[in-house]
């Protein structure tokens, strides 16, 4: 199984993690979702690196940070993607209460998941998403979730 499920980019994480206030386990819960650690790698939606990042998000997060005008080419450096990604995360969970609100909006869209909130078809107090619309993002918050309690049952259970 840990074969299947690395520990990769270990200081990286750990940095991330601590500095953002994200489980490490979610965090390379996504990584292997979204890159399979192939820090090269670049997706048709124009995301790039191991946390899949797009240009346009990037740049808006560099205004959260000491960092300006970082070119996107630095997205496919581990520790800038990690940073990037695991920051995102933390954006994220300051509007959303649970996991796959904030999964949903990582791979969606932060005003796709808004919609959605405010639909009592789809969420029935504004806080969880009853349903995810998107075949897509529902199989992505699925897949991270379920990587997630791997990766927490494999190493960091305690």
């Given amino acids: 199984m ?6 990769k980019y270990e200081i990286e994480v750990e940095n991330a993690a601590e500095n953002y206030g994200v489980e490490k386990e979610l965090i390379y819960a996504i990584i292997k979702c ?16 191991l946390m899949q990042i ?41 509007q959303y209460s649970n996991d796959e609100a904030v999964l949903s909006a990582y791979n969606a869209g932060e005003n796709v ?28 918050v699925k897949k991270v979730v379920s990587t997630k309690k791997i990766y927490k049952k494999l190493y960091f259970k305690k």
């Fill in 113 to 140: 998941v808004k919609r959605w909130m405010a639909d009592k078809n789809l969420s029935s107090d504004g806080k969880k998403l009853d349903f995810i619309p998107y075949k897509e993002t529902r199989n992505y």
């Fill in 34 to 49: 979204e890159s399979g650690f192939n820090q090269e790698a670049h997706s048709h939606a124009d995301a790039i690196g």
């Fill in 54 to 94: 797009t240009p346009d998000t990037f740049k808006w997060l560099q205004l959260y940070t000491k960092d300006k005008n970082l070119s996107v080419e630095n997205l496919k450096n581990p520790k800038i993607n990690i940073k990037y990604g695991t920051l995102f995360i933390s954006i994220l969970r300051k």
């Fill in 2 to 7: 840990k074969a299947f499920y690395p520990i």
